[in-house]
């Protein structure tokens, strides 16, 4: 069987605006101290969110991941093992969207207390354990379906992210610039090795080459 811990463990909808909670799964009690660490971290990925943060990110806490999806000003964020399936996580999260998008688009701006709508946990709850068994047929069929847009969603860690307190388009501005950085060092030390090898195995190959069509010519 699997395990309940390999299930979506802690389910957060926000506003981006101001990162304020509108709803929010329940956790089992005997997850629930484990789980103050994630919501403290949720909470201030929430914080540095802005219009122009990256609509799907997954970003790496410990054994963890979060994964958020972003649609019309709402953030759909879940943490779930590292081990459990990335295109799982957002089949989840893309559910909630829809179903929340259907029944308050209207009233996410005007909502002034956190968790205005916690009635939504139901839902959450109910998708939720669709989600459980990785090997449900459903879920398998999921996991057939083209990787390709999943495999091209961005990851992070939480220390990139919390660290520097700077809005999440900035710091993925930034580690973008990194890679792109390794990536063009990587091609410029690939270039310079084979500039190398010509250098030192060039003319040996040529005079080898000579002799070899000599002898072609001499005995042909």
Known sequence: AVRASA????TIIARVADGLP????????KYHRDLDVYKNQAKRIFKQL?????RRLSIESGSEVFHYIIDSGVCYLVLTE???PKRLAFNYLEELQKEFNL?????????TRPYA????????????????????????NKLNEDLADVQKIMMTNIQEVLGRGERLDSVMA???RV????REYAKQAKYLNTQALLRKYGPVVLVVGIVLLVLYWRFR
């Open 7 to 10: 299930m979506p463990k802690l």
């Open 22 to 29: 509108l709803a929010a799964s329940m956790e089992d009690d």
């Open 50 to 54: 802005s219009t122009s943060s990256p």
């Open 82 to 84: 590292r081990s459990y």
């Open 103 to 111: 029944l308050y688009a209207g009233e996410v701006d005007s909502a």
């Open 117 to 140: 709508f916690i009635k939504f946990d139901a839902f959450i709850q109910k998708t939720k354990r669709l989600y459980v068994d990785t090997r449900a047929q459903r879920n398998v």
């Open 174 to 176: 930034k580690s973008s």
């Open 179 to 182: 890679r792109d950085g390794a």
